[in-house]
T-cell receptor, first 114, second 114 residues
């Protein structure tokens, strides 16, 4: 069965610093991976998705993620953090068991300080 | 386009009471989902529907029932609420379950059971 693991329940950065949120996956078939963002008191919004077309995926708000098969990773990065990036970020994988559904990681809360 | 809407936004129930959460989408999506979100556990799928008149169990279905009488609506019912059902509930919808699909989320319902 497919699964994702997010390392670090909280990540703190200063405004302008690099953002790196980690996600490792487990899958016996080529995975389809997503990053979602949840701003306070809101639903989830798609940041980006990997569907095997390109290993470097660019998303909204300056975020990108690189699929690395050798490391079974799909880490999310942004070169320069903004205060508005403070949110919870979820990695997710499509599970192929009959009906294809998303399985989410436990989330990483990004804190941005001035 | 309102996207995915959820009613109510907040609710407090006493143990043993019942309630229904309503999800509506105006994107003509076939698939709809109910998740619960608990701290440190990410999102877990409760029930889902692949079309009008169909429902299926997800990862954590016990204590919940659902109905999809109209394509645009997906109802989640709690027949006898328990404190363990205190959570934030999210509804989502998608066009298909294909490998490049995207789920669109509602703003959530915060439920407290005392």
């Amino acid at each position: 069965a497919q699964s994702v693991t997010q390392l670090g329940s909280h990540v703190s950065v200063s405004e302008g610093a690099l953002v790196l949120l980690r996600c490792n996956y487990s899958s016996s078939v080529p995975p389809y991976l997503f990053w979602y963002v949840q701003y306070p008191n809101q639903g989830l919004q798609l940041l980006l998705k990997y569907t095997s077309a390109a290993t470097l995926v660019k998303g909204i708000n300056g975020f990108e993620a690189e699929f690395k098969k050798s490391e079974t990773s799909f880490h999310l990065t942004k070169p320069s953090a903004h205060m508005s990036d403070a949110a919870e970020y979820f990695c997710a994988i499509v599970m192929n068991t009959g009906f294809q559904k998303l399985v989410f990681g436990t989330g990483t809360r990004l804190l941005v300080s001035p | 386009n309102a996207g995915v809407t959820q009613t109510p936004k907040f609710r407090v129930l006493k143990t043993g009471q019942s309630m229904t959460l309503l999800c509506a989408q105006d994107m003509n999506h076939e698939y709809m989902y109910w998740y619960r979100q608990d701290p440190g556990m990410g999102l877990r799928l409760i029930h889902y529907s692949v079309g009008e008149g169909t429902t299926a169990k997800g990862e954590v279905p016990d204590g919940y029932n659902v109905s999809r009488l109209k394509k645009q609506n997906f109802l989640l019912g709690l027949e006898s609420a328990a404190p363990s059902q205190t959570s934030v509930y999210f509804c989502a919808s998608s066009l298909t379950s294909g490998l490049t699909y995207e789920q669109y989320f509602g703003p959530g319902t915060r439920l407290t059971v005392t």
